[in-house]
């Protein structure tokens, strides 16, 4: 069993948003899992849906680029936001993301073997960077996407400098429409999924996983209700159901007007466009999501020196 310290429930209470004694309670009956304590609270209806983002603890920066009907996303991690700001590594961010969209690569290992501007590989690039800057940096992802005619529309929210920031986006639109229709469309469905956070294109192509979790989640909150069994399988169906159309993009609902599905937003623009324009694809990278990272709490470090729980 994990110890449960004024931190830990401090952490689930900034997670969940629920009450201090009832973080308290969901540690004490999980045994101290955070993760764990976090679907307790949900299930007696003491919390709301975490979004990925709140797991975000990396710092680094994304980059973005296009040319013509593709484009490339990269995530490159650092120790601390300072570096982010230094020019030569915002420097090899940006080349590393025209690397991988010039030769289409996405897979990490390949990118690093790819020639640098130069001279040596993307790899040595970055062994450089780690031994000159003084910190730690990693690779992590990058993305493809590429469109047989349309465009691939880039978005980046809170820019540090253009084309790089914490959340990067591409939108890939097929369309035989002009760069006039497609270019405002694929900004706005770019600034939706930085807002909106959906974890796929398609319901149907929804982490099963993920599915479960909030079935499980659904049944233990509609058994609380007392009603006969019937009933509450059609309330768990209900739930699983809504999760599925608020987490694909295509269901969610547009965030400019709060009641139009991005399906059917695409749909009357190819209609007023005078041709069919499909949403084929996105991206959407955010600096440092799923990877957790210990904060340093120097109050809690002088208490542990002291023998003392923080």
């Known amino acids: 069993m994990a110890e449960i310290t004024a931190a830990t429930v401090k952490e689930l209470r900034e997670r969940s948003g629920a009450g201090m004694m009832d973080c308290k309670k969901a540690l004490a009956e999980t045994g101290g899992d955070m993760e764990a304590a976090v679907d307790w609270l949900r299930s007696k209806g003491l919390a709301a849906a975490a979004k990925k983002s709140s797991r975000t603890a990396a710092e680094g920066l994304v980059g973005v680029a296009v040319a013509g009907t593709k ?25 590393v993301t025209g690397i991988a969209l010039e030769k289409a690569i996405e897979d990490v290992e390949q990118l690093k073997n790819a020639a640098y501007p130069g001279g040596g590989t993307v790899g040595d690039a ?5 031994a000159t800057i003084g910190e730690n940096q990693t690779l992590r992802r990058a993305k493809v996407l590429e469109v047989s005619q349309g465009a691939v ?19 890939a ?48 909150k509609a058994a609380e ?5 019937n009933i509450i399988e059609k309330m768990v169906e209900g739930a699983v159901m809504k999760f599925k159309k608020e987490a694909a993009l295509l269901s969610q ?33 955010q600096l440092g999501e799923g990877i957790e990272k210990a904060e340093s709490d120097f109050a809690a470090e002088v208490a542990a020196a002291a023998g003392v729980k923080a």
């Open 71 to 95: 484009g490339a996303a990269v995530e490159v991690n650092s120790e601390t936001d300072f570096v982010a700001k230094n020019d030569q590594f915002q420097g090899f961010v940006k080349a």
């Open 126 to 130: 970055l062994t450089a960077n780690v």
């Open 153 to 171: 529309v880039p978005y980046v929210h809170n820019q540090t400098v253009p084309g790089l920031g914490k959340i990067g986006v591409l939108v």
């Open 173 to 220: 639109l097929e369309s035989d429409a002009g760069v006039d229709v497609l270019e405002p469309l694929g900004k706005q469905l770019a600034m939706h999924i930085a807002a909106a956070f959906p974890q796929a294109l398609h319901h149907d192509h929804l982490d099963q996983a993920t599915i479960e979790r909030e079935r499980v989640i659904a049944r233990e």
């Open 225 to 229: 209700s007392g009603k006969p069994e």
């Open 253 to 285: 609902l547009f965030v400019m007007d709060n009641k139009t599905p991005i399906e059917e937003v695409v749909a009357k623009a190819g209609k007023d466009a005078g041709t069919k324009i499909v949403l084929k694809d996105y991206v959407r990278f």
